[in-house]
């Protein structure tokens, strides 16, 4: 049998019909927007596991840092306030000094942003390894949130931050590249310590048409953006806001961190052109960059394009497809 990617099973599988009163926007978003009575709540779940989504010598308190940080980043995908989460965890052991620095990390981004535990589960795990798996729940005004759907013809498409970082701390510690000290203490710091854009989410509900997260790499979450939307984009390459730690690296690997490199979680958006001004005051509010990085245009057929132009001429963008947990291409991590 054919070896499935990872969105072929989920929607072979798992895209299941209504089954009961409650009923989301069905699965493919960030997060599930529910309509509960005159309230809707958004919902994700995201679990890390150690050697696949963490390096096994990952300090305690990052990860207690970024299992929450990517939870919350689809709540900031979504525009909703982050409220509460519910924490799964599995331990070979229960080692005090390990706990300790978990929850530190864990709760100094929960205080920030005002979340709660609520609740979870704790076990031991019997291979050895460490999984957290985190549901996050947020708020929104009724009827509202952003989705990776609703991006329309001449949209422009806007990135929070910078893009590559993580992924080039990746393959500094796969011994694959070198980095400056400076520039590996500043990837390492995007790989590990991941900040949520909630407040730039939240801010971008009224703006924006539709929004994601970066998790799996500019192409492939710019894609999900285009295939929920119905339609194609243009990017122009050279307005992708590379992070700093990339600056001496070989331009092929820039590319690759650029176009394909996950675990960023910078927002990426569509929104009309008069929101540019809206766009602007955001950015300087919150002293984030953000950038323009191409448009919307009309999908040919039904197949959502991406193309990717640099100086006019178009980039093969075959080998940066980013992440997928089914697949064996090269460009996994
Ligand atoms: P993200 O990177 O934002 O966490 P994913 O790419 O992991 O999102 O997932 C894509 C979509 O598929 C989401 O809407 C997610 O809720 C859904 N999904 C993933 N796995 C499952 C599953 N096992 N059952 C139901 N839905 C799933
Ligand atoms: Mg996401």
């Known amino acids: 049998m054919q070896n499935l990617g990872e969105f072929d099973l989920i929607q ?20 599930a927007l529910i309509d509960i009575g005159t309230s809707r709540i958004a919902v ?23 299992s929450l940080a990517v939870n919350l980043s689809d709540l900031a995908a979504a525009a909703a306030t982050p409220r509460a989460f519910f924490l799964s965890i599995a331990v070979p052991k ?23 535990l609520l609740g979870g589960d704790t076990v031991r795990s019997v291979d050895g390894k460490i999984t957290v798996s985190i549901t996050a729940l947020g708020e929104l005004p009724a009827g509202t949130g952003l989705t990776r759907s609703g991006a329309r013809v001449d949209d422009d498409i806007w990135v929070s931050g910078s893009l590559g970082g993580a992924y080039a701390a990746v393959q500094v510690r796969y011994g694959k590249w070198k980095l ?29 048409n539709a929004c994601c997260d970066i998790s799996d790499g500019l192409l492939q979450d710019i894609g999900h953006i285009m295939k929920r939307s119905g339609r194609s984009c243009e990017l122009t390459y050279e307005a992708i806001p590379q992070d700093a730690s990339l600056n001496a690296l070989a331009l092929e690997n820039r590319k690759k961190a650029l ?20 766009i602007a005051t955001i950015s300087a509010e919150l002293r984030l960059p953000i950038t323009r990085i191409g448009r919307v245009v009309e999908s040919e057929e039904d197949t959502a394009s991406i193309r990717v132009l640099s100086r006019e001429t178009l980039l093969d963008t075959g080998a ?9 291409h090269e460009n996994q991590r």
């Open 180 to 208: 400056s000290t400076e520039s590996y203490r500043r990837a390492s710091e995007r790989l590990d310590r991941p900040e949520p854009r909630n407040r730039l989410g939240e801010k971008l509900l009224k703006i924006a």
């Open 94 to 116: 229960s080692d005090p000094d390990w706990m300790n620095e978990f929850q530190k990390g864990l709760f100094g981004l929960a205080k920030r942003f005002g979340v709660s």
């Open 320 to 328: 940066y497809r980013g992440f997928d947990h089914f697949s064996d």
């Open 44 to 66: 994700t779940t995201d679990m890390l596991i150690e050697g696949t989504h963490f390096f096994e010598n990952t300090s305690a308190y990052d990860l207690g840092h970024k």
């Open 12 to 31: 072979r599988y798992f895209d299941w019909p209504k089954l009961g009163p409650w009923s989301s926007q069905g699965v493919g978003d960030d997060c």
């Open 259 to 278: 176009l394909a490199g996950g675990d960023d979680y910078e927002l990426l958006w569509t929104a009309p052109r008069d929101a540019r001004e809206a």
